[in-house]
């Protein structure tokens, strides 16, 4: 199991930019693949970006190519989501996600462990 902890969401007008970390911790072993999703009231909970933590291969859902940014520090156990040109659809709460086995970049199953969740506002 990994706990993990995001930080940095809040409201931001359109256009502008907001950062969201994750910290991973209390863990035997380092997950092999960690992404972001974001759920709005609803909706079923969908990828926005993941990323392999061994090779640093990355997935970007098709709405935030060119706006999102996923990275990672392995160093410090923290993944990052810098998000550009937010738009009011980028509203959601957004999860940082962990796991060992890959079923696919955008399958759940993937991902085992999972955050509390962070609040992003866009308004227009």
């Known amino acids: 199991q990994v706990r993990l902890v995001e930080s940095g969401g809040g409201s931001v007008q359109a256009g502008g930019s907001l950062s969201l970390s994750c910290a991973a911790s209390?863990?035997?072993?380092?997950?092999?693949?960690m992404g972001w999703f974001r759920q709005v009231p609803g909706k079923e909970r969908a990828v926005v970006a993941a990323?392999?933590?061994?090779?640093?291969?990355?997935y970007y859902t098709d709405s935030v190519k060119g706006r999102f940014t996923i990275s990672q520090d392995n160093a410090k156990y923290m993944l990052y989501l810098q998000m550009n040109r937010l738009n009011p659809t980028d509203t959601a709460i957004y999860y940082c996600?962990?796991?060992?086995?890959?079923?696919?970049?955008?399958?759940?199953?993937?991902?085992?462990?999972w955050g509390q969740g962070t609040q992003v506002t866009v308004s227009s």
């Open positions: 996600a962990a796991g060992f086995r890959f079923y696919g970049w955008t399958n759940p199953t993937t991902y085992q462990n």
């Open positions: 990323i392999s933590t061994i090779g640093g291969n990355t």
């Open positions: 209390r863990f035997t072993y380092y997950p092999d693949y």
